[in-house]
């Protein structure tokens, strides 16, 4: 295996990975609903959001996420990951405050490594892409 290819396994991997998380957080919004809304309102000062609400934002999400594991238009759908994990490790700022009563936050931060490296490195992101050739997969 060439250097190419191992980068680009390297970078599946990321992406699944990133996809999982990304996944669980949108179904959350789609089946857990109320859970979610305490989350923004918590997290983002956006408080009475309803379910039609949240539902819309869940379906944006999944066709984000779904764009983004299938390695659809890169510069869009990896840069709306990163924009999105982004607001969310930012906005929970005041967790990092209190690290050992919230150590699970600090996990956002080399998952939000991985959606830069993603971004950064999307034209060598090759395999199981939209569009990527035969010998690339």
């Not at 919004?29 to 869940?58: C, P, T, W």
Request: with cysteine.
């Amino acid at each position: 295996m060439n250097d190419r290819e191992r980068i680009s396994t390297a970078l599946l991997a990321l992406r699944i990975g990133v996809f999982i998380v990304m996944f669980m957080w949108t179904l959350d919004k789609l089946v857990n609903v109320q859970h979610a809304s305490r989350v923004f309102e918590n997290f983002y000062g956006l408080d009475g959001l309803g379910s039609g609400v949240m539902a819309a934002i869940g379906v944006a999400e999944l066709i984000l996420i779904l764009a983004f594991v299938a390695g659809y238009q890169k510069r869009i759908s990896y840069g709306g990951v990163l924009i999105l994990h982004g607001i969310s490790t930012l906005s929970s700022y005041r967790q990092y405050l209190d690290p050992f009563n919230n150590l699970l936050f600090f996990a956002a931060w080399p998952m939000l490594a991985a959606c830069f490296a993603l971004f950064w490195l999307r034209d060598l992101d090759t395999q199981w892409t939209v569009g990527a050739s035969h010998a690339s997969r």
